[in-house]
């Protein structure tokens, strides 16, 4: 496996996504980047957007098993990982697996159920693990969660928890499609009843177990400097210095933010990191991750904006 070879499985999958998506290039190629990082995306925007039609026909191309959670507010952490049943035919308890157990999570409406069971989430997202009773179970290297939530401004919704959006890679904003964009969704789906399935769209596998194996071992060739590492570093502790921001980003977002920086580079056909990828992750990689001081949002600034700012006023290396 290449750079040559993965930009070429790229291109495949975003045709196979485009037969069902229309737009969101760029929620595309962020979601390309935390598989081949190895990371989780949280996608926000308002209903009707895609996100969960997005996630399926994502799921579809890698050929992976899928599964999905609607978080609602009476959805227990039992109802995630599932629980050990005593069967009384055999006077043993019995492993029901939650749908957790699965290689691409959708997390469909992730803010719509308490902390308690946000919480569910925590050791799968980083360690890949779950424990029941004990004992630990392993839901596989690849495994990954795509999460959807409606902005916060909604009815019905809880903050995530700082310690979980922490584990997620990126932050995806979506907005409302261009009028063209709009026209080409009317014309391809004005006439269809019910949820678009990517299936019966002819979506097809592009990727298998194998190839993704080798992607993460070109993935570690990848070389980034010293300077650029330590151009991400200044990035991150410009958080914790900067009178914009109560609360900075943590390590973990620096290394997660390096690594998903070598996989742009392959994207981009190089097997090398530049400032220029640094910059475009940045955004998506720290607004969930930061909190605004009292003194921005007395001035009505936006995390985006501040972030921006931040970033403009740290040299990058040449």
């Known amino acids: 496996m290449n750079v040559a070879d993965v930009q070429g499985l790229a291109a495949r999958i975003r045709a196979e996504i485009a037969k069902t998506v229309v737009g969101q290039a760029d929620t ?21 957007t895609a996100k969960t039609l997005l996630a399926q026909t994502f799921a579809r191309t890698l050929g992976v098993s899928f599964g999905r959670i609607q978080f609602t507010p009476d959805l227990m952490p039992g109802d995630i990982v599932g629980a050990n049943i005593f069967n009384f035919q055999t006077s043993s308890f019995t492993l029901t697996r939650g749908p957790i157990f699965c290689d691409l ?3 469909d409406e992730i803010n719509r159920t308490p902390p308690k ?12 693990t779950v424990t029941l009773d004990g004992k630990r179970h392993e839901l596989g290297e690849r495994f990954m969660v795509v999460a959807t939530q409606n902005p ?30 709009e026209k080409a969704i009317v014309a391809r789906f004005g006439g269809r009843t019910g949820q678009p399935d990517p299936v019966e769209m002819g979506v097809a596998k592009v990727v298998d ?21 330590g151009y991400v570093v200044d990035i991150v502790r410009g958080t914790r210095e900067s009178a914009d921001f109560e609360t900075g980003v943590s390590p973990r977002c620096a290394a ?5 920086a070598r996989a742009r580079a392959v994207l981009n056909g190089r097997d090398y990191v530049i400032p220029d990828d640094i910059k475009a992750l940045s955004l998506p990689a720290l607004r969930h991750r930061v909190i605004l001081s009292p003194a921005a949002e007395i001035e009505g600034r936006k995390v ?15």
């Open 117 to 128: 069971t946000q919480a569910a989430l925590l050791e799968a997202m980083q360690e890949r």
């Open 209 to 229: 177990a194998a190839e993704l194996a080798a992607i993460a071992d070109l993935l570690a060739s990848i070389r980034l400097t010293e300077e650029i590492g």
């Open 105 to 107: 999570l959708l997390a």
């Open 304 to 318: 985006d904006d501040a972030l921006n700012t931040l970033i403009s006023q740290i040299e990058a290396p040449r």
């Open 28 to 48: 595309v190629d962020l979601m390309l980047i935390a598989l081949l990082a190895k990371g989780h995306i949280l996608l926000e925007g308002p209903p009707g």
């Open 256 to 260: 997660s933010l390096a690594t998903a």
């Open 152 to 181: 916060i401004e909604q009815q019905g919704v809880y903050p995530l928890p700082e310690a979980q959006l922490d584990r997620f890679l990126f932050k995806q904003t979506l907005s409302y499609p261009s009028a063209t964009e």
